[in-house]
T-cell receptor, first 108, second 113 residues
């Protein structure tokens, strides 16, 4: 079983839509959680860390559910510029594990 | 603040050769991580260096090695290159401790012919 799993998508949504991605992790002792955004053939860029109490940054909201071992990312009022691949990352036992990413296409 | 830098941007080698990739972390960051991202695949953890020491390595053969210098820059060496080593190699840095936010460099695209 993979350490971190994501639905590869693609998620095709119209501008202005709300879209949510989940990411499940296998190790209950995982310590830190993050969401990254990766544009085609570019490096991942940190979107936000995920805190136990949940956190929000503008149109983006991240949640952590330790009981069910998943993290989520909610994007409200999608923009064309949000089109990218979203990677989740989990840290445990001195290693970072990245999901394979969920592709988002925002259409006009 | 300057970001993570990597060199070279592109590298073309033939099977059996050796490749050396370089990374300079963000100023103040002491941890450096290396990842391999093959086309269409996710990031695979290669190596983690912190304060000059190798702290952990992923499931890669010993021909993947590296080091971290006193100024915290790092080098990744890949010996006896194989065709399947063709990938984007990404370096990331973070503050000491290893479990914080990582910031990535633009990567080195290695092509093995």
């Amino acid at each position: 079983r993979k350490e971190v799993e994501q639905d590869p998508g693609p998620f095709n949504v119209p501008e202005g839509a709300t879209v949510a991605f989940n990411c499940t992790y296998s190790n209950s002792a995982s310590q830190s959680f993050f969401w990254y955004r990766q544009d085609c053939r570019k490096e991942p860029k940190l979107l936000m860390s995920v805190y136990s109490s949940g956190n929000e940054d503008g149109r983006f909201t991240a949640q952590l559910n330790r009981a069910s071992q998943y993290i989520s990312l909610l994007i409200r009022d999608s923009k064309l510029s949000d089109s990218a691949t979203y990677l989740c990352a989990v840290y445990n036992f001195n290693k970072f594990y990245f999901g394979s990413g969920t592709k988002l296409n925002v259409k006009p | 603040e300057a970001g993570v830098t990597q060199s070279p941007t592109h590298l073309i080698k033939t099977r059996g050769q050796q490749a050396t990739l370089r990374c300079s972390p963000i100023s103040g960051h002491t941890s450096v991580y290396w990842y391999q991202q093959a086309l269409g695949l996710g990031l695979q953890f290669l190596l983690w260096y912190d304060e000059g020491e190798e702290r952990n390595r992923g499931n890669f053969p010993p021909r993947f090695s590296g080091r971290q210098f006193p100024n915290y820059s790092s080098e990744l060496n890949v010996n006896a290159l194989e065709l399947e080593d063709s990938a984007l190699y990404l370096c990331a840095s973070s503050r000491a401790g290893g479990h914080g936010e990582q910031f990535f460099g633009p990567g080195t695209r290695l092509t093995v012919l």
